[in-house]
């Protein structure tokens, strides 16, 4: 494959798949989530995610899940919100690559330990390109076809990986970037947390990769005041940024089943987040996301 520099091949040849790979020409069918690991980009560090394809005999596009500060799930498996997007993206034709940045870094939730949240905040973007090389250097995935979601803390990285002069961008860029992205109430949503995580001036952030943000109004945890006001300012300097705003719905509004109550462990005084699903944003952010990523990605359901 021809690259743009040395940095694709470099990274896909450290790729180490604990899982099998089917030919391309052969029917892939539905399988469960395949524990896979990778090495970071710089090599230092080995990432575990969940791979999942859907049935279909050629090759498919993909995404990239980033998960929350909570983590990505338990020993028994992902939370049921990836669990939900999974099979709802499978149904659609996308191979999903579920990277589990907590655990391959022995950690547990990092969303009350401020140093172990800016760590993550650091690191993260580099595992969203780990995760493009190691899908891009699969027979079964698109290559030029695959995009970043992430949610919460996942969805602040998402912001911070495709911006221009972003962390974790490889210099020199892989020869297909990603072609989309989404970001569920994403943390960092603001003019004052960008330019400090990225050590640029107020007002600079942009993007020349299409972005979807879907974002509940009654959010504590991740407000969406800032974050829409900083999302206007790139639409002004015409960044490929679209957003949607769901009145009365909370954090995590997207996840199926969930009452909504507060998060006791993460409590601070008088203070805690609340998250819990709306039905109505639930599945108009399923029928945005659906259309967003098949206008870029192009997926064909099986």
């Known amino acids: 494959m021809m690259t743009n520099g040395h940095w694709f091949g470099e990274a896909a040849g450290r790729v180490l798949a604990v899982a099998f790979v089917a030919s391309a020409a052969m029917v892939a069918p539905a399988q469960a989530d395949e524990r896979v690991a990778f090495r970071s980009l710089d090599g230092a560090l080995a990432l575990t995610a969940y791979l999942h394809r859907p049935a279909?005999?050629?090759?498919?596009?993909?995404?990239?899940?980033?998960?929350?500060c909570s983590g990505l799930g338990?020993?028994?498996?992902?939370?049921?919100?990836?669990?939900?997007?999974?099979?709802?993206?499978?149904?659609?034709?996308?191979?999903?690559?579920?990277?589990?940045?907590?655990?391959?870094?022995?950690?547990?939730?990092?969303?009350?330990?401020?140093d172990l949240a800016a760590r993550m905040w650091k690191e993260r973007p580099a595992d969203a390109?780990?995760?493009?090389?190691?899908?891009?250097?699969?027979?079964?995935?698109i290559a030029d076809k695959v995009a970043l979601i992430g949610w919460s803390?996942?969805?602040?990285?998402?912001?911070?990986?495709?911006?221009?002069?972003?962390?974790?961008?490889?210099?020199?860029?892989?020869?297909?970037?990603?072609?989309?992205?989404?970001?569920?109430?994403p943390g960092l949503c603001?003019?004052?947390?960008?330019?400090?995580?990225?050590?640029?001036?107020?007002?600079?952030?942009?993007?020349?990769?299409?972005?979807?943000?879907?974002?509940?109004?009654?959010?504590?945890?991740?407000?969406?005041?800032?974050?829409?006001?900083?999302?206007?300012?790139?639409?002004?300097?015409?960044?490929?940024?679209?957003f949607q705003i769901y009145p009365g719905a909370s954090h995590s509004f997207d996840a199926p089943d969930m009452?909504?109550?507060?998060?006791e462990r993460y409590r601070r005084g008088?203070?805690?987040?609340?998250?819990?699903?709306?039905?109505?944003?639930?599945?108009?952010?399923r029928d945005r996301a659906a259309r967003f990523l098949a206008g870029r990605l192009g997926a064909k359901a099986p």
Request: aromatic residues 8%.
């Open 56 to 68: 279909r005999a050629e090759p498919a596009p993909a995404i990239v899940m980033l998960h929350g």
């Open 259 to 263: 009452p909504i109550h507060a998060v």
């Open 190 to 242: 603001s003019k004052t947390a960008q330019a400090a995580h990225l050590d640029a001036p107020r007002g600079t952030w942009t993007t020349s990769i299409p972005l979807l943000v879907l974002q509940g109004e009654a959010d504590n945890w991740t407000p969406a005041k800032p974050c829409a006001a900083f999302l206007s300012d790139t639409q002004a300097r015409q960044a490929p940024v679209t």
């Open 153 to 185: 803390q996942g969805g602040g990285v998402v912001l911070e990986t495709i911006a221009t002069h972003g962390l974790g961008r490889p210099n020199p860029l892989p020869a297909q970037d990603f072609a989309a992205a989404i970001a569920f109430y």
């Open 129 to 141: 390109y780990a995760g493009l090389a190691f899908l891009q250097s699969q027979p079964f995935v």
């Open 270 to 285: 008088d203070w805690a987040p609340i998250e819990g699903t709306n039905e109505e944003a639930r599945a108009d952010a």
């Open 74 to 114: 338990t020993s028994a498996g992902p939370f049921a919100l990836y669990r939900d997007w999974r099979d709802f993206l499978a149904d659609k034709g996308y191979v999903t690559l579920m990277v589990d940045s907590a655990a391959s870094r022995g950690l547990g939730q990092t969303c009350t330990d401020a």
